[in-house]
DNA sequence: CGGTGTGAAGCGCTTCACAGCG
DNA sequence: CGCTGTGAAGCGCTTCACACCG
């Protein structure tokens, strides 16, 4: 089997619900648990763990700690990836607020921003770049994963740029469909169509 | 037939799109032409078309004026709708900005923040108030929406609150499950989730 | 022809329901 | 008992494929 992309997305939310669990002191947990914490049926959380191969025990359901720990090596990379945020406005600030020093396998190594104003400071650890210095610090850092968080107008060429320098998956806040060769992954953050649709269904 | 979730942000994405389109002059359009720009099927596109009970011809395809104007008296209320943001930090500002005068039957009324410096300012035309304030605020002004961009901490009882004082859909931006009556719509923009997503498939 | 509108088929995700087990 | 693991059923969304039309 395959992994969709839906269960990726669950098993980032079982893993960080566990680690808040796991401080509690509480060792054991059942798939119910989990589901009534997360808003899913208990069934979907067990064929979940089953897809990451990942096997519990009818006593004492899952160990909150391994379970933790197996998600982490299945959506994990072995090697740590390091993201590029484009566009430190307060949007920018607030991704990079988000994720300093959440997930030691995952980072925001470096980001970009055409004001020369930001360039070359440090926010929460995270140097900003001239979008000059971008090939080489994409490549000398390592950088796989773009996250564009820059005016709808730019967002096309920021993508281009990205996969151009060698990224090969995008997060995109603009609210603009970007068109990219399909071998490059894109995961769309469409705020105003969220709230849209909180709008509309906030009246039925 | 009722309609789900995802046709009304298809359905937000072809507006978007459509009133991109219009400012070129371009009249008409084929339900391929939309396809093709946001990355769906035609089939797809004719089919939510036909859910809204627009109807096109075979001719010249949808008259884009029209089917703008026909997917906003679907998506819309007749009435405008007000938000209350809650959280004003880099997040908060940044969605204000999204926002500013988007939409005619869609805006942020207010945001509120716990830090009183803060308070009183006003951000793209929209005031921010303590939360001394929040229910009469609310109310006055016909607050249905709320956006919850707090700290993870304060995000649960940020949607009592809100959910107190009547407020009927939440766009939730903290990363963890709220736990609120099942008439109330949540929509969750789940960064971390989402990065965590895109790191997995960009080493596929 | 090259479009739209749409019944029907297809497909993937979710849930059911139950065997198996401590 | 009450849990996990899982084949099979169910369900909803998407796509196919074709009648119809200018």
Redesign the pocket.
Known sequence: MDI????IG?LSQYRRLLSMIAETGQSN??????ASFVK???????????NIG?????????NIKDLAESIGSFIDDAEPQFAALVGVGNLGKAIIDYFSGRRPKLSIAASFDSDPQKQSRVIHGCRCYSLEEFDEVVRDKNITIGIIAVPTADAQKTADMLIKAGVKGLLNFAPVPLHVHSTIYIEDIDITMSLEKVAYFARQ
Do not use: E, F, L, W
């Open positions: 969709s992309d839906k269960i669950r947990i059942y798939s119910h648990q989990i899913i049926s208990s069934a979907q959380v067990r064929r979940d763990i089953m990942y096997t519990g025990n009818p006593n004492n359901g899952y």
